[in-house]
């Protein structure tokens, strides 16, 4: 009889920081300064795929990421396989004449396939995502007993942000105290249908230099910025508790006056660092001014913005009217460049584009200026600065994708499909 292969295969979304985590205390564990709160997106538009198999005929650990095979000799995904491995429970499939010992994990070598549904290493977190349904999808396999939470704390050990990525709707990535790390995890504030009415609308700003990575980056600000320790110490413990409550009661003014102050905050401890760290871009500056200019004009917030390690805008809007009225100003002040249609130039829930009355280039190239800018010379549109935009709204967390057809690696041979 052929010896058997057994598949699990899970979908996790990526999110992202309104209270941000930058600075480790300890590089191995990776654990962070301070707590950070995010929002998970939408998985059906942002999410990370992987199938991972387990069978006596493989020789080796391996890995496929978007079709090219990948070494999972690094040091974090060494230290996920470690951890997940050692929790790993005995599991028995009689029909498919399956028995695993709980110390055959330690011997029994996984391949992994995965796929990101959106651009991996382009600022939108592919490694969140990525390495959180890595130990979501190997604790399924090896029929770990651990939770959610349990689990984010093996996820942070891949990368940090990855931790949030455990759970749907808003999540609190509490930094712990000990020293082995075991309190730094992740617990979920609200799930997605605590706030529903918010809609995500994601810049992807085209950029041409390679950005300092995160690790890199949060290293140097350690070392070298003094703000950084007023803003961990100081600063972010007092945002946090007021973050948790304007979450708590879907006061969308202090979130959004929270969550804009604290991206800014990022940035300036970024420029604070030796040598300087530059994450936004001139069209990033442009998107954060039409935001505020409207949001004063309005006399409250009605969209928040926040920059992660690039220059690529997450905004967010107050519900779906406000989406509308956003995506107006953002096609009005960043319109596709000449030969690009409408179709690929927003990306997720388009239907979002039909609420704001635009649904092709002439209807973009009529678009009026925004009355908060009427007074003012005449604005100026920047064709070709943004790439497409990506329409979402918060999401559920991490799935397990039963529909063998979904998953990544055939289960005759344990390779790529
Ligand atoms: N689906 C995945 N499974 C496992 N690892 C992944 C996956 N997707 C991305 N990664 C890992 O994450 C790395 C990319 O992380 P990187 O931090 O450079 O970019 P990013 O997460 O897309 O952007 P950013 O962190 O700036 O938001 C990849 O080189 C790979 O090692
Ligand atoms: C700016 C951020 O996105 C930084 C994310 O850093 P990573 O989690 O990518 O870094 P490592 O832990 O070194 O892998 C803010 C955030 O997500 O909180």
């Known amino acids: 009889m052929a010896e058997w292969i057994h598949t699990v295969t899970a979908r996790t979304p990526t999110n992202i920081a309104v209270i ?93 396939a995965s796929y990101n549904n959106f651009p991996t290493a382009a600022g939108l977190a592919s490694s ?9 999808a190997l604790a399924k396999l090896m029929n770990a007993k651990e ?20 759970y749907g709707g808003f999540v609190k990535w509490i930094m712990g105290k000990e020293v082995n790390g075991s309190d730094s995890l992740a617990v979920q504030l609200a799930d997605e249908n605590h706030w529903d009415d918010l ?26 910025s003094i703000l950084l320790q007023h803003r961990a110490r100081e600063v972010v413990p007092k945002r946090i508790v007021k973050m948790e ?44 001014s039409c935001i505020e200019k409207w949001n ?16 690529n805008a997450v905004l967010i809007a107050r519900n779906r009217k406000t989406a509308a009225l956003l995506l107006q100003r953002l096609l009005y ?12 130039y927003v990306l997720g829930d388009k239907s979002i584009l039909k609420d704001a009355g635009v649904e092709g280039i002439n209807d973009v190239q009529a678009l009026p200026p925004p009355p908060e800018i009427k007074d003012n010379v005449p604005a100026q549109r920047n064709g070709g600065e943004v790439s497409y935009f ?15 057809s979904l998953a990544l690696l055939d289960h005759s041979t344990g390779l790529p499909k």
């Open 199 to 224: 809609v995500i609308i994601i810049a992807v700003v085209s950029s041409r230099q390679k950005e300092t990575s995160s690790t890199t980056g949060m290293r140097d600000t350690v070392e070298t």
């Open 390 to 404: 990506i329409c979402t709204r918060p999401g559920r967390g991490p799935l397990l994708l039963s529909d063998e």
């Open 147 to 166: 939770d959610a939470s349990q689990l984010s704390a093996i996820a942070r050990q891949g990368s940090g942000s990855a931790c949030r990525s455990l």
């Open 20 to 112: 941000k985590y930058w600075g480790k205390r300890d590089e191995s564990l990776i654990l962070p300064v301070n707590d950070s709160i995010s929002v998970t997106l939408d998985p059906q538009h942002l999410c990370t795929t992987t199938t991972v198999a387990v069978s006596p005929s493989f020789d080796q650990d391996r890995m496929w990421l978007n079709g090219k095979e990948i070494s999972l000799s690094g040091g974090r995904y060494q230290n996920c396989l470690r951890e997940i491995r050692a929790r790993g429970e005995d599991f028995e499939n009689k029909e498919k004449g399956i028995k695993i010992a709980k110390q055959d994990w330690q011997k029994l070598r996984v391949h992994v």
């Open 128 to 136: 969140a995502a990525g390495l959180a349904c890595l130990v979501f």
């Open 296 to 311: 004063r004009f309005e006399e409250s917030p009605q969209v928040a913005y926040t920059f992660d390690a690039g220059p």
């Open 333 to 344: 002040f960043f319109p596709p460049s000449a030969d690009t249609d409408m179709g690929s």
């Open 245 to 288: 409550e304007a979450i708590r009661n879907r006061n969308f003014s202090l979130f959004a006056q929270l969550a804009c102050a604290d991206s800014n905050q990022f940035h300036a401890v970024c420029l604070d660092t030796c040598p300087p760290i530059f994450y936004m871009n001139d069209t990033s500056h442009r998107i954060i």
